[in-house]
């Protein structure tokens, strides 16, 4: 079946990556500040690289992706303003965006 993936967004991604340098054992520990993540179809554009790092994978230095942005940029893709998105919490209407949140337009479609 072809055209699957043009109704189908698919995400790879996880909360934090590992750090660059060993930890002197066989392992490498959580690393929040510079990971990897995956997109395809679903209005995604292909073939484009968002983002990068220092040399060694420890820290951005070129157009960091924030989770309020990648949050934005899904709803986005999902049809869904993320900026009239709220929820009720403790009497305050918020956003899942906060107020910060953005489309990385880079990335997608069109």
Do not use: C
């Amino acid at each position: 079946q072809r055209g699957l993936l043009d109704d189908t967004l698919v995400v790879w991604a996880s909360e934090f990556g590992r750090t660059p340098l060993g930890q002197g054992n066989d392992g490498r520990d959580h690393h929040p500040t510079a990971f990897s993540m995956w997109m395809a179809g679903g209005g995604v554009r292909g073939g484009v690289v968002h983002g990068e790092t220092d040399e060694i994978g420890w820290a951005p230095v070129r157009d960091a992706v924030h989770v309020n942005d990648f949050q934005a940029t899904l709803m986005h893709l999902f049809g869904i303003d993320h900026k009239r998105l709220t929820v009720n919490y403790r009497g305050l209407d918020v956003r899942l965006t906060n107020l910060d949140g953005h489309v990385v337009h880079n990335v997608i479609d069109g």
